[in-house]
């Protein structure tokens, strides 16, 4: 089965800086890669995702890019403000295969933003 | 819309003992999932249904039973707890099984002493 990769585990910058998380992935047929953010005490919540038919998708501060042949992709947050800290999961699946587009999840990243 | 809601927010159960969480969506999704979040090791897949009358394992289903009552509520069951199942458990939806975006219910911590 797929098998998602995620580092770093913990990321801490200054607010106005630049973050990148990065998330490898195993099965070559995976072609839809989700990025959930969650909040303390809440659940998970989309924030951006890409299909494996583009390189790079842009929406305001949040870019996340994928490169197939290597099989990673990553979450870059520009300008960070202290309400971007939180835990971030990437995902993969194949969306159209048996699986029904099962979601394999990375093991998260703890942003934290310092005013 | 209440979206995702799940019942009942927190539960202390001791080992042997049986409960049932329960999922409700207003969305008019057709999939539904389960999912358990342990510290360091991200969300996994318990159980999930593509579509009402249709249920089938994910990563980790040994120990739970699911049951797709409607296509609003799909309930996790487990029947004889184990310590092994503390975890906050997350309960989704989607449109349709896919590349669509999953919706999550603001979560349940399970304490099995």
């Known amino acids: 089965g797929e098998n998602v990769e995620q580092h770093p585990s913990t990321l801490s910058v200054q607010e106005g800086d630049s973050a990148v998380i990065k998330c490898t992935y195993s099965d070559s047929a995976s072609n839809y890669f989700p990025w959930y953010k969650q909040e303390l005490g809440k659940g998970p919540q989309l924030i951006i995702d890409?299909?494996?038919?583009?390189g790079e998708k842009k929406d305001q501060r949040i870019a996340v890019t994928l490169n197939k042949t290597a099989k990673h992709f990553s979450l870059h947050i520009t300008e960070t403000q202290p309400e971007d800290s939180a835990v971030y999961f990437c995902?993969?699946?194949?969306?159209?295969?048996?699986?029904?587009?099962?979601?394999?999840f990375g093991q998260g990243t703890i942003l934290t933003v310092h005013p | 819309n209440a979206g995702v809601t799940q019942t009942p927010k927190f539960q202390v159960l001791k080992t042997g003992q049986s409960m049932t969480l329960q999922c409700a969506q207003d969305?008019?999704?057709?999939?539904m999932y389960w999912y358990r979040q342990d510290p360091g090791m991200g969300l996994r897949l318990i159980y999930y249904?593509?579509?009402?009358?249709?249920?089938d394992k994910g990563e980790v289903p040994n120990g739970y039973n699911v049951s797709r009552l409607n296509k609003r509520e799909f309930s996790l069951r487990l029947e004889s707890a184990a310590p092994s199942q503390t975890s906050v458990y997350f309960c989704?939806?989607?449109?349709?099984?896919?590349?669509?975006?999953?919706?999550f219910g603001p979560g349940t911590r399970l304490t099995v002493t």
């Open positions: 995902a993969a699946s194949n969306a159209g295969g048996t699986s029904y587009g099962k979601l394999t």
């Open positions: 969305m008019n999704h057709n999939s």
């Open positions: 989704a939806s989607s449109e349709l099984p896919g590349a669509y975006e999953q919706y």
């Open positions: 890409i299909r494996s038919n583009v």
């Open positions: 249904s593509a579509s009402e009358g249709t249920t």
